[in-house]
């Protein structure tokens, strides 16, 4: 598996949006994602990799520029380099130098299940990091789903909805369970919503596998 700063690195270089801008700030992507999983290591921060780079460690998908991690409010402040751009209840955006991390807070009750039980080991380049399971991954794309759509963003629910399908196409899973757990943490319309839209995705994977 690349290193988290090579996949960093490539999700900038190849966005489009980011060609003609300075990137003379690359360089140093290297060591600052190194020294942020030192802190991480030596402060003994129960920190846990979600997003982009997790999703990347287990299927070929989008690119992406900055790093997501679930942390307790008590972690997040045994870490004063992160400086706080943003903050709400279940969120922060912090910067770590050049480098962009988003936080997922352990105070939203789901986010605090998944930081204890959807762990696992997972190596990029040198490093072995605790990153989420495949089942966890699940959990947090239907999780913002229905979010998303009310919110209009089409565009980031097709993202979200694609990389559950190419998940649940290299990694077949039992959603039963999954739809039980959002139940405590979803409205029902919700539920019904995703459950919809993972039928959906079980008919293209069908549609795939049968060619």
């Known amino acids: 598996m690349l290193a988290i700063s090579e996949i960093v690195k ?54 992406t520029q900055d790093i997501d991690l679930i942390l307790s409010h008590k972690d997040l402040s045994a870490i004063p380099e992160l400086a706080i751009a943003d903050k709400n209840q279940n969120f922060a955006r ?69 990389d559950i399908l190419l998940l649940l196409l290299k990694y077949p899973t039992e959603l039963e369970p999954i739809w039980k757990l959002l139940q405590k943490h979803l409205l029902p319309s919700d539920i019904l919503e995703i459950q919809e839209i993972t039928s959906d995705i079980q008919k293209r994977i069908k549609r795939f596998q049968n060619r």
Do not use: H
């Open 10 to 63: 490539n999700g900038i270089i190849f966005d489009m949006k980011n060609w003609g801008n300075d990137q003379s700030g690359i360089g140093n992507l290297s060591e600052n994602i190194d020294r942020l999983f030192a802190l991480l290591q030596e402060r003994e921060i129960n920190y846990l990799l979600v997003g982009g780079v997790a999703l990347l460690s287990y299927v070929d998908g989008r690119n």
């Open 94 to 162: 912090a910067n770590f130098d050049n480098l962009q991390v988003d936080i997922l807070l352990t105070q939203n009750l789901l986010f605090k299940y998944i930081a204890k039980n959807c762990t696992t080991l997972r190596q990029f380049g040198d490093l072995n990091i605790r990153c989420v399971t495949v089942e966890g991954l699940l959990i947090l794309k239907l999780y913002a789903l229905p979010s998303l759509y009310r919110q209009n963003k089409f565009d980031r629910a097709s993202i979200y909805e694609n």
